[in-house]
């Protein structure tokens, strides 16, 4: 099941404000629905389009230390399978992660493009995990 989003929590995964966002969707680059309470509630899919077609810019940061493990809260805009392994795209903020996996774990973890995900890089390795809801 491909979740919706509300307008906060697709602020935090664009890494913009709940005004930006609402800009953009006042303008209807970024389609929202209303739920029964009235609430504006963007689809998973469309937001997943949405960040693979219009990844934000990187930002220049200034990095004292960082860990040897890096996440990357995203969702997924793309899962290509075969009868054995699978690959999964995750568009965090301005990173596109790649993760190669088997198809048991896209079955198993629901990943399908919409899903919120993280992508844990650490060297050459992409591990994908679920946030909490």
């Known amino acids: 099941m491909v979740p919706a989003y509300k307008i906060g929590e697709v602020a935090a995964l664009l890494g913009t404000s709940v005004d930006s966002v609402r800009r953009l969707t006042d303008s209807g680059r970024l ?9 504006r509630v963007v689809d998973g899919r469309q937001l997943a389009r949405f960040m ?28 290509i399978k075969d009868r054995v392994a699978a690959q999964v795209e995750i568009q965090a903020g301005p990173h596109r992660l790649v993760a190669l996996i088997t198809r048991e774990a896209v079955d198993e973890l629901g990943l399908v493009p919409g899903v ?9 390795n992409v591990i994908v995990e679920l946030p909490r809801a």
């Open 52 to 79: 693979a077609s219009s990844p934000p810019e990187a930002k220049p940061e200034a990095i004292v230390a960082r860990s040897a493990r890096n996440h990357f809260p995203g969702i997924v805009t793309r899962v």
């Open 116 to 124: 919120r995900a993280v992508g844990v890089v650490k060297a050459t």
């Open 31 to 39: 389609p929202t629905v209303r739920t029964s309470g009235g609430q």
